[in-house]
């Protein structure tokens, strides 16, 4: 099971990304916004969020328009790294390298094809840890200070 979230200008990617789920049989809660209406992108990331560090959820999805201002409210919550993807190579290599738990897109940059892709090589890509894994517990100690 995974978290689903977007603002109005991620709401259309983000239901072709529902739809590319639902084929691939992949569970997910979808935590709104539910229509176009414009609505504030770091309410959704912080719901989202807070319950991937509550351990509810091990992978994120959210989209705003760039995909950028909702990972900036994304890694604001401690436990979270979230990354912007628009190409396979930063998706797997963020997975790879990075453990990333969300994967931010922007609606207005990639369409459902290439979202889609993205979401696949996320979501199946495992940690390589090792030398990775001293980088990310540096990362995850800047919000320990
Ligand atoms: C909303 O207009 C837009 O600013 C938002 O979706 C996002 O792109 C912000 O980074």
Request: proline share 1%; aromatic share 8%; charged share 25%.
């Amino acid at each position: 099971m995974i978290a689903i979230g977007s603002d109005h200008a991620g709401y259309d990617l983000k239901v072709e990304v529902m739809a590319h789920l639902d084929e691939k049989g992949v569970k997910y809660h979808d935590f709104g916004c539910y229509d176009g209406e414009p609505n504030d992108y770091p309410v959704v990331a912080r719901d989202v969020c807070e319950k991937v560090v509550k351990g509810e959820f091990k992978f994120a999805i959210l989209i705003c328009g760039t995909g950028i201002g909702i990972s900036m409210a994304a890694n604001k919550v401690n436990g979270i790294r979230a990354a912007v993807c628009s190409d396979y190579f930063t998706a797997k290599y963020t997975r790879l390298h990075n453990d990333a738990n969300v994967l931010c897109m922007g609606g207005r940059v990639i369409g459902a094809g290439v979202a889609s892709e993205i979401v696949d090589i996320f979501l199946n890509t495992e940690f390589e840890g090792g030398r990775h894994q001293r980088r990310v517990s540096l990362i995850m100690d800047i919000e320990k200070e």
